[in-house]
């Protein structure tokens, strides 16, 4: 019943800046929180970045803390990832997430995922 389309990912240097997108649509009520997470080859997906739509309250994974901005626009119902400083260990499929119930860095605790944007940092 929601539905999330991630956009922006790509290939970028080390050191450069990447900005993704997630549009929601459907029935985004309850959708108390939105994150990202992020999964590379091989590895569990992991905790990025996330906030509480209303509020507006942000919360980053420490490997990510000073670099990535995590923002929305309310009226477009669209979540933004804004990352800096990227480094080649960034290099992963980033999903946007939406949850009813809480912020949290547990995938498990979010109902919808969008397909994921491949972003991918060469050294």
């Known amino acids: 019943q929601v539905q999330l389309v991630e956009s922006g990912g790509g290939l970028v240097q080390a050191g450069g800046s990447l900005r993704l997108s997630c549009a929601a649509s459907?029935?985004?009520?309850?959708?108390?929180?939105m994150g990202w997470f992020r999964q590379a080859p091989g590895k569990e997906r992991e905790f990025v970045a996330a906030?509480?739509?209303?509020?507006?309250?942000?919360y980053y994974a420490d490997s990510v803390k000073g670099r990535f901005t995590i923002s929305r626009d309310n009226a477009k119902n669209t979540m933004y990832l804004q990352m800096n400083i990227l480094k080649p260990e960034d290099t992963a499929v980033y999903y946007c997430?939406?949850?009813?119930?809480?912020?949290?860095?547990?995938?498990?605790?979010?109902?919808?995922w969008g397909q994921g944007t491949p972003v991918t940092v060469s050294s």
């Open positions: 997430a939406a949850g009813s119930r809480r912020v949290g860095v547990n995938p498990h605790e979010y109902d919808y």
């Open positions: 459907g029935r985004t009520d309850n959708s108390y929180a």
């Open positions: 906030l509480t739509w209303r509020g507006g309250r942000t």
